[in-house]
């Protein structure tokens, strides 16, 4: 049985008085992989930092788990159980192995059982070996597969994603891709990826909602959006003839 | 005797009595250690809470506060000087303290004259820390406690910086510490070099009192270990900034 893990319903959010998300509904299926697509400025970034806490919506009502959020006292105890990984890797100006034991570090797990789940956490992403080297001197597909890393060593149930291939060579991409994948089948994470890239949602999402100027103008299985989009402005946007 | 013969005879003799460990020479080095390191060390354990207080907290008066830190990084030496020294003498408020002349009514003009440059220099590195950083500890758990440690370590050598700034605004410091120290030196000193010891002499003020006495090779001693002295807190400060 498919088990609601969010489940957002009339949500706004205005920065001044530019409407950047209008009447979102949604709901998020717990061990999914939930693409939300959109061209840049759609406010998909707006809406996962929402989903992170990161910033209070105008309007609306969102639920993890079935709980109110606004209910909830303690917003870090739910945000401990999620990861966000942005589109430029933020990296700590220390050794990859203390980058990735970070999120260990702070749910203050012992010594033995940080080494090895940040061994494991670099050999999914193909960093293994790089425990000691300095982070800031990865290059940019390294860091960005360091901070994958990072987010998923402590087994989050749910991994948001913005744009986390932008300005990445085609393998790097390629084994982002498959890393997202193989988190989201051994592990049951729900992964939420926000990108514009139609191809890559092609390839790994489960449903997808597509975001038009704030609006959620369709959600559906990834299937029934590419062959039979019930929207015409979806339409034209994956078959590429909208200008934005 | 022309004025290269004249230096270079001042130079030798300098050289003379630092080698020598000439006895008020090391003293008024000892002093000047003492007074402005034990200033500096005051100075940053009020600076860098300040500095991360007006980073991480909000609070009515903040900006003001900010301002008057801008402010007290130029504040003119003598003023604090005097202001201190109306303080302290006898027939004022803070005269019960029997701090005049002392080394620490020196430590404490020293203080007041370092503590904004420290807090100043230690906002901006804070600053300087980029937020998707800040954001991360949050995305992966941390809590504000966690927030604030990862900014002093990615602050770290910024915050090093700052202290060996004022450290060496500190030792350069001459107009307050002439005012509230009186420049003392022990019984013997004024008549002639290697009699006396110092009280309240430091470089700065001894260099003034030994030009003004014609004794240009002390003076000359004593400038060549302040310059040495800052010239080595700055060394290490580009080491810092170079590691950062």
């Known amino acids: 049985m498919v088990e609601d893990l969010f489940r957002i319903e009339n949500l706004s959010m205005s920065f001044g008085d530019k409407k950047i998300l209008k009447n979102i509904n949604l709901v998020i299926h717990r061990g999914e992989i939930f693409a939300l697509m959109g061209p840049s400025g759609a406010g998909k970034t707006t809406l996962l930092r929402i989903l992170n806490f990161f910033e209070k919506p105008a309007g609306g009502d969102l639920f993890f788990e079935g709980t109110r959020l606004s209910h909830v006292r303690e917003i870090n105890t739910v945000r401990q159980r999620m990861s966000l990984l ?83 060579d085609p393998a790097n991409v390629a084994k982002i891709e498959e890393i997202i994948m193989q988190v989201c089948d051994e592990k049951t994470t729900t992964i939420v990826l926000a990108t514009h890239n139609i191809p890559q949602v092609k390839r790994i999402a489960n449903r997808v909602g597509l975001l038009l100027n704030g609006e959620l103008i369709e959600v559906s299985s990834k299937d029934q959006i590419f062959n039979s989009p019930s929207d015409a402005r979806a339409s034209a946007f994956i078959k590429g003839d909208m200008v934005y | ?177 002439l005012i509230v120290g009186g420049n003392i030196a022990e019984t013997g000193s004024i008549a002639g070099i290697g009699e006396g010891l110092s009280r309240t002499r430091t470089l700065t003020t001894a260099i003034v009192s030994e030009t003004s006495k014609w004794d240009i090779s002390t003076a000359l001693a004593l400038g060549i270990i302040l310059i040495s002295l800052n010239l080595s807190v700055n060394l290490l400060a580009n080491f810092f900034r170079g590691r950062d």
Do not use: C
Not at chain 1, 121 to 135: D, N, P, S, Y
Not at chain 2, 55 to 64: A, D, I
Not at chain 2, 97 to 123: D, F
């Open chain 1, 86 to 168: 942005f589109q430029t890797p933020t990296v700590f100006n220390t050794s990859v192995f203390n980058n990735v034991a970070y999120g260990l570090k702070v749910r203050k797990m012992d010594r033995t059982a940080i080494e090895k789940k940040v061994k494991d956490a670099l050999t999914i992403v193909g960093l293994q070996g790089k425990e000691r080297q300095k982070a800031r001197t990865l290059s940019g597909g390294e860091a960005q597969r360091m901070a994958f890393a990072r987010a998923i060593v402590y087994d989050p149930e749910i991994l948001f994603l913005d744009e986390p291939t932008t300005n990445l």
């Open chain 2, 1 to 177: 005797m022309n004025g290269a013969e004249f230096l270079y005879g001042g130079a030798v003799k300098a050289f003379e009595l630092i080698i020598n460990l000439d006895p008020y020479v090391m003293s008024i080095t000892g002093v000047s250690i003492k007074v402005s390191g034990t200033a500096t060390i005051l100075a940053a354990l009020t600076a860098i809470p300040l500095a991360f207080a007006l980073s991480f907290l909000n609070f009515r008066g903040k900006q003001g506060l900010i301002t008057l830190v801008n402010t007290g990084m130029g504040l003119p030496p003598v003023f604090v000087g005097l202001f201190i020294y109306v303080m302290l003498v006898p027939a004022g408020p803070l005269g019960f303290l029997k701090m005049i002349l002392t080394q620490e009514a020196m430590i404490l003009a020293q203080y007041i004259l370092v503590t904004p440059i420290i807090a100043g220099i230690s906002l901006a590195a804070i600053k300087a820390v980029p937020g998707p950083i800040i954001e991360t500890v949050y995305t992966l758990g941390g809590r504000e406690k966690d927030a604030v440690i990862t900014t002093l370590k990615e602050a770290k050598f910024g915050i090093i910086t700052a202290i060996l700034a004022g450290l060496g605004r500190a030792l350069a410091e001459v107009g307050a510490i």
